[in-house]
């Protein structure tokens, strides 16, 4: 199993000006103690049950192209885009300039979107079927796989249209960087990812991961497709302390919440939670440590993450 760090706070202190130093020298440490991945929100405000709508949060992908040009071999990733922020031809363009910044470390993650509030806020059309979304997301999937591969782009979609279209330089990645689709729908949402997708990320429990991967093995018979070359990942929120004393000391001096959104427990607990996610058929497991408290993810690396070697 592989591991890997998800950014879903930019609470590191007091000062606006020192997120980004912040943020880099966590990419940086996930980089130097094993872990394979650090991905960042793609939101414009905070996401509910992470932080308050207006605590500082900065655009995921002006950071994500900084942090390629300051790291090396970690795999760099957007958890996950909606495809309602941005034209998906211009963010095609987005994403080939950041493959190319890290040299070739991009993972494109892109979901149906959900989060109707931001939308609101920032004058963005939110359909309210879920359905249209996912269709929205499919079609935007192909016409950004069409724009990576092709020396000129005509797309004419239901929702995107695109005329004769450049997109140079391509990727660096060949035949172009992995899209990972995020969401656990499993009617619509895993039936795109067996046609399209390259890496899966799927929320929930381990038994709902593996009930939910077992209807994604379903449709890639369907679709024809091998259901081993999709990668199978889960982002969850960590909180851990060595035992339960200190426990239940963090949980009280960070005012974390009860029930806990994500899994507040022990290395032992936590050891033993990874432990079914493997057997679930997770492959990376993305790990957000609880307002960024820099504990939780040094006992992932020095004292679970060895056992999962």
């Known amino acids: 199993m592989k591991f890997g760090v998800h950014n879903s706070s930019w609470l590191f202190g007091p000062d606006p000006a020192e997120i ?35 605590e500082p949060f900065i655009e995921g992908w002006t950071v994500l192209s900084a ?8 795999r760099l990733a957007t958890l996950v885009s909606s495809v309602g922020y941005r034209n998906p031809a211009h963010l095609a363009k987005i994403a080939a300039s950041a493959d190319l910044i890290s040299r070739g470390r991009l993972t494109f993650g892109i979901g149906a979107g959900w989060f109707e509030t931001e939308y609101r806020q920032y004058g963005w059309e939110f359909p309210e079927r879920p359905a249209t979304r996912i269709r929205q997301m499919e079609e935007a999937v192909r016409l950004v796989l069409a724009m990576w591969t092709e020396r000129r782009t005509t797309f004419r979609g239901r929702y995107f249209q695109v005329e004769d279209a450049i997109l140079e330089p391509k990727p660096v990645q060949k035949p172009h960087p992995p899209i990972m689709i995020a969401g656990g729908g499993e009617q619509l949402t895993l039936r795109v990812v067996a046609r399209l997708a390259d890496a899966c990320n799927v929320a929930g429990d381990p038994d709902a991961v593996r009930r939910k991967l077992a209807t994604l093995r379903r449709h890639c ?11 199978k990942t889960n982002v969850i929120g960590f909180l851990l ?27 032992s607990e936590v050891h033993d939670l990874i ?16 307002k960024n408290d820099s504990e939780t993810h040094e006992l992932l690396a020095g004292d679970v993450m060895p056992s999962f070697a």
Do not use: C
């Open 20 to 54: 980004f130093e912040a943020a880099k020298a966590k990419a940086l440490w996930a980089e130097n103690h094993g872990f394979a991945w650090f991905s960042v929100m793609d939101h414009l405000i905070q996401i509910p049950h992470v932080g308050a709508s207006d």
């Open 67 to 74: 942090l390629a040009a300051v790291t090396n071999r970690i």
């Open 221 to 231: 018979e369907t679709e024809e497709r091998s259901y081993d070359a999709i990668e």
């Open 241 to 267: 302390a060595r035992d339960e004393a200190a426990l239940a000391a963090k949980r009280q001096r960070l005012a974390a919440p009860e029930p806990f959104p994500g899994f507040a427990g022990t290395v």
């Open 275 to 290: 432990g079914r996610y493997q057997d679930a058929g997770v492959q990376l497991l993305i790990s957000s440590a609880y």
